[in-house]
């Protein structure tokens, strides 16, 4: 890592308090987090809900930090400090700093829906040709953003990096930070409207990013969404466009599942047609891997190398990967959710046999309309051939006044998590498939352990 102490009191302006000797001190690490410390690394304290990492100093340099940072002077006699108006603000300088230093290109992957999907899935494909560093599960925000590029090492080749926001303005210091070669914008949904407003200001919001693209910069956006299909270029160039339309650069066609779990299709570009199979369940897994196929032609990948990394991807937990007990099948899709996203998860539900069962939650940050939003779901469902819809929260009850024209789907509703957990054992029958999607912050995933222990459950 080329990046020294000196370096640091450079990028953040800050006040350098300890040895001399130590500003040339090459930084072996950088983090946030006291239990990361090893010899050499740099510990910026922030100051969390839950903590504060000012209070971590000494034990950190006592590790074996060559210094910290700090918002307020430290004694000691152990290492450096350098002291800050704003450790946030110092760990973003750092890592724009750290950034310009890097010669190996990179990939920002941004959108309302499958960002992470979609960045897991364009460093596979990548992966098969270069030395990836990727984003981390889905820190994607002005924290975990740069934490991530401080991560980057002289032998990574190629780095993808997810980009996630909520508000306007928050896009341009992503893209300062990170200055991303190639942009990938997966859709422009209906997220975080309350402060997004409507999708216009989603695109409007999201779209800060192509302004931090070099000159020479690619934008690879979905073509088959509005308003995103509708971008004339991108800094005076077109965009590569991707989806099911044949008139795109990149469509694909010949979707069929492969049982409940697979898919395959047909990938096309400029004359080139590949054949890729989808260990991954959902019609959404296309886009996925049409965005990584394209950024993969970008690199000089092969048609053999792009259809190797798009067939090494599985879904995850949280993102519906299923999870089989003795007598249940369980989508776990409960890291997030938005109505594009549930109507998705809707649909790789559909194609199980059996009796399917969804469990859906409040889903947040959807403004005004978002009761509209929800019942949309609902409405979505119905005829979707569910057997049971089980809600929870005073939002996900207008999924099922949306879902009450169907006199054939059961609908139970309940307030709580709790309410419902007591409730399980009348509710599910063995070789039941079970459907499980709200916001992250309905922390549904403490359902499954319930889901998994239920026993001797009625046919």
């Given at each position: 890592m080329e990046l020294t102490l000196e370096h640091v009191c450079k990028a953040c302006h800050?006040?350098?308090?300890?040895?001399?000797s130590l500003l040339q001190k090459q930084i072996e690490n950088v983090t946030t987090d006291s239990r990361q410390v090893i010899k050499g690394s740099l510990f910026i304290a922030l100051k969390g809900a839950r903590a504060d990492g000012h209070d971590f100093i000494e034990s950190c340099l006592a590790a074996g930090a060559y210094c910290c940072l700090s918002e307020r002077p430290v004694q000691t006699d152990k290492g450096a400090v350098i002291v800050v108006d704003s450790t946030f603000q110092a760990l973003r300088d750092i890592a724009a700093y750290y950034r310009k230093t890097l010669k190996i290109p990179v990939i920002g992957i941004t959108g309302s829906v499958g960002k992470t999907g979609t960045k897991d899935m364009v460093a596979s494909v990548l992966s098969?040709?270069?030395?990836?560093?990727?984003?981390?599960?889905n820190y994607n925000n002005d924290i975990g953003l740069p934490q991530t590029i401080l991560k980057i090492r002289p032998e990574h080749e190629i780095a993808v990096l997810e980009m996630g926001i909520n508000h306007f303005g928050e896009m341009r210091v992503l893209g300062e930070i990170a200055r991303p070669d190639v942009v990938v914008m997966t859709n422009v949904g209906p997220c975080h409207l309350e402060n997004l407003i409507d999708l216009q200001g989603v695109l409007k919001a999201k779209s800060e990013v192509f302004d931090t693209m070099p000159p020479e910069g690619t934008a690879i956006l979905n073509g088959d969404e509005p308003p995103l299909c509708e971008v004339p270029s991108v800094?005076?160039?077109?965009?590569?466009f991707f989806g099911f339309k044949s008139s795109l650069d990149w469509y694909a066609d010949q979707y069929r599942p492969l049982g409940t779990e697979d898919a395959a299709c047909v990938l096309h570009h400029e004359g080139h047609a590949i054949p890729v199979t989808l260990h991954a369940p959902g019609r959404h897994m296309v886009y996925h891997a049409l965005a990584a196929a394209a950024v993969g032609h970008r690199f000089g990948l092969s048609d053999a190398q792009i259809a190797e990394g798009i067939s090494a991807i599985r879904p995850e937990n949280g993102r519906n990967g299923l999870i089989?007990?003795?007598?249940?099948a369980i989508i776990d899709s409960c890291y997030n959710a938005n109505p594009v996203s549930m109507k998705g998860a809707v649909d790789i539900l559909s194609v199980y046999p059996g009796r399917k069962v969804c469990i859906l939650g409040d889903m947040f940050e959807l403004g005004d309309d978002s009761k509209a939003l929800h019942y949309s779901v609902g409405?979505?469902?119905?005829?979707?051939?569910i057997d049971l819809l089980i809600t929870i929260g005073d939002l996900a009850k207008e999924i099922a006044r949306g879902a009450s024209a169907d006199t054939a789907l059961q609908i139970q509703s309940y307030q709580t998590k709790e309410a419902l957990i007591k409730a399980l054992p009348l509710l599910i029958r063995a070789k039941d498939t079970i459907l499980l999607k709200a916001s992250h912050g309905m922390h549904f995933e403490e359902i499954i352990p319930y889901l998994q222990s239920a026993p001797h459950l009625p046919q």
């Open positions: 800050g006040e350098y308090h300890g040895d001399p098969q040709k270069y030395k990836v560093h990727k984003t981390e599960k800094n005076g160039k077109p965009p590569v089989r007990t003795g007598s249940l409405q979505y469902i119905a005829g979707k051939q």
